[in-house]
Nanobody, 124 residues
Framework: QVQLAESGGGLVQTGGSLRLSCAAS????????MGWFRQAPGKERDFVAA????????SYADSVKGRFTISRDNTKNTVYLQMNSLNAEDTAVYYC?????????????????WGRGTQVTVSS
């Protein structure tokens, strides 16, 4: 079983950038597809991005495509989310998640392991 811990959230102005990190422990990190999800107040937890176990495949929600980049370092058991050109609609709690079944899973119910989340607030 893998444990996940996010960091790097904070307050940023519109147009700014943040890099989130998610450190994994307690499992074979390199065997997991890793994903980032986000949840704004009163809304469901939505898919943001995913990366395959090797890092060779990535996928993004349309709303972040071209602005966000997911990456991983299997030697450090860490996955990252670089977020550029942030706007108010990106304000949410961001969660790191893992599954060892498929790269193609896109809903939060299909992911098995979760971090506690990190708040990202974009001010105008």
């Amino acid at each position: 079983q893998v444990q996940l811990a996010e960091s790097g959230g904070g307050l940023v102005q519109t147009g700014g950038s943040l890099r989130l990190s998610c450190a994994a422990s307690g499992g074979t990190f390199s065997s997991y597809t890793m994903g980032w999800f986000r949840q704004a107040p009163g809304k469901e937890r939505d898919f943001v991005a995913a990366i395959s176990w090797s890092g060779g495949s990535t996928s993004y929600a349309d709303s972040v495509k071209g602005r966000f980049t997911i990456s991983r370092d299997n030697t450090k058991n860490t996955v990252y989310l670089q977020m550029n050109s942030l706007n108010a609609e990106d304000t949410a709690v961001y969660y790191c998640a893992a599954n060892n079944r498929s790269f193609w899973l896109r809903t939060y119910r299909e992911y098995d392991y979760w971090g506690r989340g990190t708040q990202v607030t974009v001010s105008s």
